[in-house]
C-alpha cells in the first residue's frame, strides 16, 4: 500500500566550513547567509507549485535541520521528524524505507538533507541518472501505484543557482 503522494528531496543550503562556523565537527556545521537564501528560495519555489507538506524530515546534522527550519517556517503546519539515515551510508534503497516508515500515512513529505542521499534516491526513482544536486536544489516527485508496482514523475527540478 502505498500512502505517500508527493516527495520532495531537497539538498541543504551551502554551509560553512567547519572552521567558519566555530563548530567541533562537520556534523554541527551551519548554513551560510547563501545557503539560507537558497532553502527560502526553494521552499518558496514549492509553495508557488502547491506543494504543501504533511511532514517534514530531516537529517540530524545541523546544515539540513537549518534548512528543514527555513521550509518550515514556509509551511508551519507540517510535522517535523528527524531521521538519522539520512546522515548515513545507508542504501539509497534502505533510507527511502526509513523515509516511508518515518512518515507512515503522511501523503505530502519534504525531505531535507546530503548527497550523495538525495541523488541516489532521485536515480532510483526515476530509473536514471539524477539530476545535479547543487546546494538548496530540490527534486519533486509524484508516486503512483499501478499494477502492483511504485512508479515516480519527476514533476519539478529546482536549483536556486542565482542566488
Do not use: C, W
Not at 527511502?96 to 519534504?110: D, H, I, K, Q, Y
Not at 539530476?131 to 519527476?154: I, M
Amino acid at each position: 500500500m502505498l500512502f505517500m503522494r508527493e516527495l520532495v528531496l531537497m539538498r541543504h543550503g551551502e554551509a560553512l566550513s567547519v572552521r567558519e562556523s566555530g563548530a567541533e565537527s562537520d556534523a554541527d556545521r551551519r548554513l551560510s547567509p547563501r545557503g539560507k537564501d537558497q532553502a527560502s528560495a526553494s521552499a518558496g519555489r514549492l509553495k508557488a507549485l502547491g506543494f504543501v507538506p504533511d511532514v517534514i524530515i530531516s537529517s540530524p546534522l545541523l546544515r539540513a535541520v537549518e534548512t528543514a527550519d527555513l521550509a518550515a517556517a514556509v509551511f508551519p503546519s507540517a510535522v517535523r521528524l528527524r531521521e538519522p539515515a539520512l546522515a548515513s551510508d545507508a542504501s539509497p534503497e534502505a533510507i527511502l524505507e526509513a523515509l516511508r516508515s518515518a512518515a507512515g500515512e503522511a501523503p505530502s513529505v519534504l525531505v531535507t538533507g546530503h548527497q550523495p542521499a538525495m541523488g541516489g534516491m532521485s536515480g532510483l526513482l526515476l530509473n536514471s541518472p539524477p539530476p545535479p544536486f547543487h546546494t538548496g536544489s530540490f527534486a519533486y516527485f509524484r508516486l503512483a501505484e499501478a499494477a502492483g508496482r511504485h512508479a515516480a514523475e519527476l514533476a519539478e527540478f529546482f536549483t536556486p543557482e542565482r542566488i
